[in-house]
Nanobody
Framework: QVELVESGGGLVQAGGSLRLSCSDS????????LAWFRQAPGNEREFVAA????????VYADSVKGRFTISRDNAKNTAYLRMNSLRPEDTAVYYC?????????????????WGQGTQVTVSS
């Protein structure tokens, strides 16, 4: 079981940067792949990026490739999403999720394996 908590969201101007964090207070953080999703008002939740349990593999949505970087520190039970060159269309609530890599990339995340979300707003 995981207890995921996101932080680091906020308001930033277009072209700016933010780093989101996803921390887990449970004992199994290093077992799972971690992923970031986002949901803008009126839109469905969409996949952003994922990283394998040992950081060997990363996957990105085309819309964020070259701008966002996912990483993790298993010693700190924390995953990160570094977001550069932010655009107004990146505005959304960002969620982290845990599970097997192929499943989280496909959006198949079990209940209880989501964080509560953190708001990112990019002004033009």
């Amino acid at each position: 079981q995981v207890e995921l908590v996101e932080s680091g969201g906020g308001l930033v101007q277009a072209g700016g940067s933010l780093r989101l964090s996803c921390s887990d207070s449970g004992p199994t953080f290093s077992v799972y792949a971690l992923a970031w999703f986002r949901q803008a008002p009126g839109n469905e939740r969409e996949f952003v990026a994922a990283i394998s349990w040992n950081s060997d593999s990363t996957v990105y949505a085309d819309s964020v490739k070259g701008r966002f970087t996912i990483s993790r520190d298993n010693a700190k039970n924390t995953a990160y999403l570094r977001m550069n060159s932010l655009r107004p269309e990146d505005t959304a609530v960002y969620y982290c999720a845990a599970g097997p890599l192929r499943q989280v990339v496909a959006g198949k995340v079990a209940p209880g394996y989501w964080g509560q979300g953190t708001q990112v707003t990019v002004s033009s």
